[in-house]
């Protein structure tokens, strides 16, 4: 653990902390509770470094009044003190409040104002070669790019459907788009950077089928295309060069029809005029997400496969003359992320050859390795990402803190009683656990859990746990098939006896893709539909989420528009197109009977939920809703007399309520929030045992993205 360094301390200033600590130890009569509570703010400030957290825990203890005031101001003046951690001037905001309200505890209003006079001052930490990591933002959202004076960051505000930027000086954050949306044809931003005046930003929209690269003032102005295209076909930007003229990024060419087709560019943009020139280009071998210009704009690095097909990246070189290219890191293990050091020296970037996500670096001469690679700083996380090197040489990366895991409850859906406390069940040496299910018989549970393996055609490998619920034991299941994604958009059904599992995915091996079954005991794979992967484009598939009618002879699925539900009988291979829709369905579940089908539409597309026949026909409302919210289905109950579904405008910070509304309609009746359930964290895909009473969840902890700021790494 970093120790804290402190300044040498005057006698008064020992003297009043001395003053605290006999406050604080002879203190009888404070309310236990905001004693708990200010002890773990410090566990959360000292010892997680969760600083917005700890903020949030002080401040309820400063607005107990029936705490102990000394215990009221300490908290206040550590609230201070985390707001001088994450560099904001609310510090000097609380200092000033810590002595004008709790003037009466004046050893601790002693500590506040010398502070106070620091900061008013601008006094600083006397200059260290010691390594500084500090978190300067949590809880995060979908963040990009630290602008080069360190002052801003670009982010995805997913609730708005907009880039945005966050000041990390003062705290505010503003949309600087404001046509994002998810009704055809959706519009949402993607990949940012900055300008090295850190005034302008080039950002990655999708608009329909269509995708353009922009430049923007930081404030939202003057936002113009600067070139445009079909899909990938249009610039990705991953850096800005120092002189302001170009844009480094990545884009595919032609119309490919396989992923070994796949021609991928490094590419120059002019910001002048938008004209594209190609730097390098490599068939079949897709670049990483990352790269950079050297700090003269000679150079720039990426990170690229090792080979067609390989799950790992190496890191290249190129003179921007045209006439080098050469790979700088060789190894093993899965190398990217590379940025350059101040000084064009070299660059450092993540690997992770020790197990862990660790940063790297490497020395060059002239554009050339001079030595071998060392390590810099260990363990930065599982999901972590380098933003930038700013001008005052610090670096800084973002972290996904945030955990998923699957619990099992009991609830009476008639009632809304919650009749047992959510018992985790999952592994915690994986950090992603989530799409639970349970077997025909409700012995089982499978859900799936994060490889973090990943192949660059193909997308990441899935795995599942399979979990017995009266031994309570679990085994793993490791496939060989893949989707892009990650676990995202895959949702695993048993198959009817409750021995294998229906999945939708890629196979590298035989190239196929489409719905097959996976022993959940050998993890042995036969094709249920398949067809074969190269004829294909990369990004297509014959379908999605399939599900088993109880027949066990037909399976239903969604054509890959998401428009159509399809009913394919396994024997024969005899479909059947039950029903298309001019909107594309985000979701859906099947009754126990097998008779209905019960689904709603991608985000705010339609504010409904509706119900049709799996023999066909036309689609009825259930129950719909005039505020932008987006009900999600869940299931039907046992019986097959109600849908369930969830409730809730699309932003985390909303309330969420469990609702059912009966099958052959009427009003919609509130079953519980689902704070109520699990007010810790947030609940995710929820799946009800053929009981009627027990549930399988999954539910995120955790803060979610944090930003950390490193000093100091290029005086080691």
């Known amino acids: 653990m970093e120790e804290l360094?402190?300044?040498?301390?005057?006698?008064?200033?020992?003297?009043?902390?001395?003053?605290?600590?006999?406050?604080?130890?002879?203190?009888?009569?404070?309310?236990?509770?905001?004693?708990?509570?200010?002890?773990?703010?410090?566990?959360?400030?000292?010892?997680?470094?969760?600083?917005?957290e700890a903020i949030d825990i002080y401040n309820q203890v400063v607005e107990n009044t029936s705490a102990d005031r000394s215990l009221r101001a300490k908290a206040l003046l550590h609230i201070g003190i985390c707001y001088e951690k994450l560099g904001q001037e609310n510090a000097k905001r609380i200092y000033r409040k810590l002595i004008t309200d709790f003037a009466d505890q004046e050893a601790i209003v002693a500590i506040g104002r010398e502070k106070l006079s620091s900061l008013e001052a601008g006094e600083k930490v006397p200059e260290s070669d010691e390594l500084i990591i500090r978190q300067v933002w949590s809880p995060a959202e979908d963040v990009y790019k630290v602008s080069p004076d360190g002052r801003y960051i670009t982010y995805i505000d997913?609730?708005?459907?907009?880039?945005?930027?966050?000041?990390?000086?003062?705290?505010?954050?503003?949309?600087?788009?404001?046509?994002?949306?998810?009704?055809?044809?959706?519009?949402?931003?993607?990949?940012?950077?900055?300008a090295p005046d850190s005034k302008h930003i080039a950002y990655f929209w999708f608009n329909g089928d269509t995708t353009e690269l922009h430049i923007i003032n930081a404030d939202g102005s003057e936002d113009r295309i600067i070139c445009n295209g079909l899909g990938n076909n249009t610039p990705w930007p991953v850096d800005w060069s120092s002189d302001g003229k170009y844009i480094l990024a990545f884009n595919n060419s032609g119309k490919e029809t396989s992923p070994m087709d796949i021609v991928d560019q490094v590419v120059l943009v002019t910001v002048a005029d938008g004209s594209i020139r190609v730097l390098d280009s490599h068939k079949g071998i897709q670049s990483g997400c990352c790269g950079s210009f050297s700090p003269g704009n000679q150079y720039i690095t990426?990170?690229?496969?090792?080979?067609?097909?390989?799950?790992?990246?190496?890191?290249?070189?190129?003179?921007?003359?045209?006439?080098?290219?050469g790979r700088i890191v060789t190894d093993p293990a899965n190398d990217i992320n590379p940025l350059w050091t101040p000084d064009g020296s070299g660059i450092i970037f993540i690997s992770d050859r020790l197990g862990t996500k660790d940063i790297w670096s490497i020395q060059l001469n002239n554009g050339v390795p001079a030595g071998e690679a060392e390590i810099v700083k260990t363990n930065l996380g599982e999901r972590t990402y380098l933003m930038g090197v700013t001008n005052d040489e610090s670096v800084y990366y973002s972290n996904l803190s945030a955990r998923e895991d699957v619990f099992i409850t009991k609830l009476d859906f008639m009632s809304g009683e919650i009749l047992s406390e959510p018992q985790k069940i999952s592994s915690t040496s994986v950090e992603r656990n989530n799409k639970p299910v349970w077997s025909p018989d409700g012995r089982y549970i499978a859900y799936c859990e994060w490889t973090g393996r990943q192949n660059n055609s193909l997308g990441y490998q899935y795995g599942f746990v399979i979990y017995d619920s009266e031994t309570g034991n679990s085994h793993d299941l490791v496939t060989d098939l893949y989707g892009s994604g990650g676990n995202y958009w895959l949702q695993p059904q048993w198959s009817p006896d409750g021995k294998s599992l229906l999945i939708h995915g890629r196979t590298g091996k035989d190239k196929l893709q489409g719905f097959f079954l996976v022993d959940i005991n050998t993890g042995e794979r036969t094709s249920v539909f398949v067809k074969d992967l190269e004829p294909l484009l990369a990004n297509t598939q014959i379908g999605i989420f399939p599900k088993y009618l109880n027949n066990g002879q037909e399976i239903i699925y969604l054509s890959n528009d998401r428009k159509t539900f399809i009913r394919r009988n396994i024997a024969t291979k005899k479909e059947q197109k039950i029903y298309t829709d001019e909107d594309e369905i985000l979701h859906y579940t099947l009754s126990p009977d097998g008779s209905q089908i019960a689904f709603g539409y991608f985000f705010n597309n339609r504010n409904a939920v509706y119900i049709i026949p799996?023999?066909?026909?036309?689609?009825?409302?259930?129950?719909?809703?005039?505020?932008?919210?987006?009900?999600?289905?869940?299931?039907?109950?046992?019986?097959?007399?109600?849908?369930?579904?969830?409730?809730?405008?699309?932003?985390?910070?909303?309330s969420h309520e469990i609702m059912r509304v009966p099958v052959t309609g009427g009003d919609p009746e509130r079953v519980l929030a689902l704070e109520d359930l699990f007010p810790q964290g947030e609940v995710r895909n929820i799946e009800i045992h053929p009981d009627g009473q027990q549930v399988v969840l999954d539910i995120i902890l955790g803060q979610g993205m944090e930003v950390w700021k490193v000093e100091n790494l290029f005086k080691k």
């Open 302 to 325: 990426y990170a690229h496969q090792q080979e067609s097909g390989s799950e790992n990246n190496d890191i290249f070189l190129l003179e921007l003359n045209g006439t080098r290219k």
């Open 158 to 194: 997913w609730v708005a459907i907009e880039l945005a930027v966050k000041d990390l000086k003062t705290g505010e954050a503003w949309n600087i788009t404001d046509k994002g949306t998810w009704k055809p044809p959706m519009q949402y931003p993607d990949m940012s950077v900055w």
């Open 5 to 52: 360094k402190m300044k040498p301390s005057s006698l008064s200033k020992l003297i009043a902390l001395f003053v605290i600590l006999l406050i604080s130890y002879h203190t009888p009569s404070f309310s236990q509770d905001a004693e708990k509570l200010y002890q773990k703010g410090l566990v959360k400030e000292e010892g997680e470094g969760s600083l917005q």
């Open 614 to 654: 799996t023999a066909g026909g036309e689609k009825r409302r259930l129950v719909g809703y005039e505020e932008k919210v987006t009900p999600y289905v869940i299931s039907f109950t046992p019986d097959n007399k109600y849908v369930l579904y969830e409730y809730g405008a699309y932003s985390e910070k909303e």
